[in-house]
């Protein structure tokens, strides 16, 4: 990104991710003297602009002269010589600021915007404040939740062989919704949190995920990544913002995927990711590529006997109305919990120079209360902040975990309801990563250069 210039002709940058409407107004006076320099400090992650008697900041990027230890500058004004000598030191973001949280929370759609972790709290730090019990395994509270996802399952799919077709919809969120409970089954087990009976664990986990066509073993390298690097720009492997020197070295159809998936289909955008991640052996060490092949052939015998069992009794109707509408319904969660949980303007990637666990997993990570029914057939797994301090945490622990967040760090959480302004900033605002203001949209707010996210923009509703 281009310098920003300013009156005394000074650029400094740095690849720090904090947005403009974040950014605090910080002045200071300069004291002016022919005959005894100022000495002024200012953050090696600012933009600074000597101009009159004031001392004005920016956000900056990487690779300029901020990385020099010191720098002098020296400028004639009003007949008076002022030389000043920078060092560079933290700043408080402004987040810390409690009236402009509000505001953003207001703005984005959240209950509470949490204040910036200190870079003094580690993981361990937080986990160390966690009662015992939240980590205890419970062999029967395991298989309610095996019981409650093939109970509401089942009924979905009598629902489904019942209902009118005008009623069809409803039935498949249902459906869909349930067989999501699979998935969180198979996430636990992937984590070692679901069972005390290790071997177990990889059998239930892995038919757990049969129904969704997801390989077991190359899903649970491919998460465990994710957790180690949550919110790392370009190593988490769940959601990043798209970069923009990506974006200009890709044909004119990938551009338009992009906007699609980023946009009105990012509730579903976790298809491609699937498809994308979860097949190539190439993204896997040679040292996983045994237990990889085992989960492949698992799901291909399931495609090759589960769907034509299908259409042989119900028809390629019927595949479409038991298999993919909710498989489709599955998505839509998976893609949205994943969005929701790690996605906010006011939420940073890093660099993994610049990165911070802590701040990452408890700062970084946002808690969604949603309706009551789809938590319980989704077994808490919206309850994500505990969860990214300790995967050792199993589903039905979690919301024990939370409440004891909330009492020792409940200031720095990110809390919301699902509501429409989250789902509408999310979807037509957090596209470019941006090294100052952390997201920038595909249309910069201008409807005429992205026709796709300018008219969700003005279709999708801003209720809370």
Known sequence: MAATSCGCGISLQSRTAIGSHQKASIVQQAVMSSSQPTMLRFPSSRHVCLSGTHLASKGISAGQSCKAKRLRLSKSITGCQVS??????????PL????????????????QIGEPVPSGITLKNVMDTFPPEVFQIHDQKAWITVLISVVSYSLGLFMIAKSPWYLLPLA???????????????????????ATNKLLEDIVGTLAFLPLIYPYEPWRFKHDRHHAKTNMLEEDTAWHPVVREEWNNAPKSMQVLLEYSMGPLRPWASIGHWLVWHFDLKKYRPSEIPRVKVSLAAVFAFMAVGW?????????????????????????????????????????????????????????????????????????????????ISQKIPSYNLRLAHESLVKNWGKYLNITTWNWRLMKTIMTECHFYDEEENYKSFDNGAEDKSPVIGVLRKVMPETV
Not at 84 to 93: E, F, L, N, Q, Y
Not at 176 to 193: E, L, P, R, W, Y
Not at 311 to 320: K, L, M, S
Request: hydrophobic share 45%; charged share 15%; with cysteine.
């Open 308 to 388: 034509p069992l299908i259409i042989y009794y119900t028809g390629i109707a019927g595949w479409f109305k038991f298999w993919l509408m909710p498989w489709l319904g599955y998505h839509f969660w998976m893609s949205t919990f994943t969005m929701v949980h790690h996605t906010a303007p006011h939420i940073p990637f890093k660099d993994s120079k610049d990165w911070n666990a802590a701040a990452a997993q408890l700062g970084g990570t946002v808690h969604c209360d949603y309706p009551k029914w789809v938590e319980v057939l989704c077994h808490d797994i919206s309850v994500h902040i505990p969860h990214h």
């Open 96 to 111: 810390n600021d409690a009236e402009e949280r509000l505001q953003l929370a207001e703005k984005y759609g959240f209950t």
């Open 84 to 93: 000043a000598i920078a060092t560079p030191v933290a700043t408080p973001s």
């Open 172 to 194: 498949w969120a249902w459906t869909g919704t349930a067989v999501t409970g699979f998935f969180v089954i198979g996430h636990d087990c992937a984590h070692k949190s679901f």
